[in-house]
């Protein structure tokens, strides 16, 4: 049964159909094309598929699509600029070789970029903690905060 | 993906028709992370699923009173949690990661009724009642009586938990909790630790001593010496049992005496001795019994250090 469902998606209104079993990563991946949140575990364990959801940080493999109802959504797709021009997080990651086979990456960035929000100058200590449910399989952690230590808005 | 309908009610009237009307075949979910975790894993297959996101009147955030709905994120923000309730700071500070804590629930964490869940022992300790409501009506329940088993509390179908309330107490009073894992994050605990402790009094000259490397030894000598004395006490374990439990032949062995290296140590023996910790993946029963001992002490010493040093706002991770 479909049921409608309206939320801002990167900055704009949408209006989808949705069914109420799916999760708000099925509805990002599967049916709006947005591939960049990926999935790795599925249980909330990896953070691959954080999104922000009103300025917080969220699994969206553990988020009920219903819930998605008349909020503010941001996914790794929605901080690069409708050029192409990288968001400062991103172009970070890049000159930092913050990225080694890239899966976390979006997730690790959407983290990162929640904690900017709220932090202009994080410790190393606090981006440790900001990205703590981000697990990165290459292990390349150490030029990941620096990334984040070189992107952060207050520096 | 399993199949499910999802509703959205706004108030407890509304939540408690829809669970009546779906008998045994929906469950309630708050935060989701444990609820969506289960049903992934096909443990679970509700034919609805309501949510509790959305009633206002578990949103409450009145100290000593937490709304069931409340999330560890703002646990974790609240300056008046970390100077007066330190013991369920510690906890939320470390439990899942920042995505889960923005929307996990204080609520969910004890209605799932795990052994290992991180709020449930400085709840205990913290002397907390669980106000439920349900079809049949309201009860409070001591939350040392809702735990039954693993994953089970009474919580009869239906029911609701609406706050936790958590008790009044007076000055020279501090608590801690301490979660033994292998690492900071994304992790459940091998066991975990909470003390309350209430002292006699608060001008005890070895501030300095508490500053510095000493070893507990040598600070519980100075209380020793100082006759700082053990008012009253309360300890819970997790983890080392079916349910999180009190030890309260351990707190008996601690409450009116005086606090010196050999109180202390019997205490941390006592409460291991009252443990029933099992072999896990995650720790054999030996090791967590030992861990007992060792966690007793330095969540012991905690909550003395934040009582005579209160502005210093120990950070959990310091090694008491």
Known sequence: MGRELSFELNGEEIKVEVEAHWTLLYLLREKLGLKGTKEGCGYGECGACTVIIDGKAVNSCLFPVMEAEGKQVTTIEGLATKEGGLHPLQQAFVDHGAVQCGFCTPGMIMSAYALCQEKALPTDEEIREGIEGNLCRCTGYALIIEAIRAASPGR | ?320
């Open chain 2, 1 to 320: 993906m399993v199949r499910y309908e999802y509703y959205k009610p706004s108030t407890i009237p509304e939540a408690l028709d829809l669970a009546v009307r779906f008998g045994g075949d929906a469950l309630y979910i708050a935060g989701g992370t444990d609820v969506m975790v289960s049903m992934r894993g096909r443990k679970i297959a509700p034919k609805a699923l309501i949510s509790l996101r959305h009633v206002e009147d578990l949103a409450r955030f009145d100290l000593p009173v937490l709304g069931a709905g409340v999330t560890h994120r703002q646990i974790q923000e609240s300056d008046a949690v970390r100077d007066r309730f330190s013991a369920l700071h510690d906890a939320v500070s470390h439990l899942g990661s920042p995505q889960i804590r923005n929307v996990a629930t204080v609520g969910g964490n004890i209605c799932n009724g795990a052994p290992s869940a991180d709020t449930a022992c400085p709840l205990l300790v913290l002397n907390a009642e669980a106000d439920i409501t349900g079809p049949s009506g309201d009860r409070r329940v001591p939350l040392e009586d809702f735990f039954v088993g693993p994953g089970k509390t009474v919580l009869e179908r239906g029911e609701i938990l609406k706050a936790l309330a958590m008790g009044a107490f007076g000055a020279n009073t501090a608590s801690a909790y301490i979660k033994h894992t292998r690492r900071n994050a994304m992790d459940l605990p091998i066991i975990g630790v909470a003390v309350r402790i209430t002292v006699d009094r608060t001008d005890v000259r070895c501030g300095d001593v508490l500053c510095g490397t000493a070893p507990i030894s040598e600070i519980l000598g100075h209380f020793k010496d100082e006759d700082l004395r053990c008012e009253d006490i309360r300890i819970a374990l997790g983890v080392v049992g079916p349910r999180p439990m009190r030890v309260p032949k351990a707190e008996a062995g601690l409450r009116g005496r005086i606090i010196s290296e050999e109180t202390v140590a019997s205490v941390a023996e006592i409460a291991a001795s009252e443990s029933t910790p099992r072999d896990s993946v995650r720790g054999e029963a030996w090791y967590r019994r030992e861990m007992v001992k060792v966690l007793v002490r330095r969540a012991v010493m905690k909550s003395i250090d934040r009582i005579l040093r209160p502005d210093e706002r120990i950070y959990p991770d310091r090694l008491w």
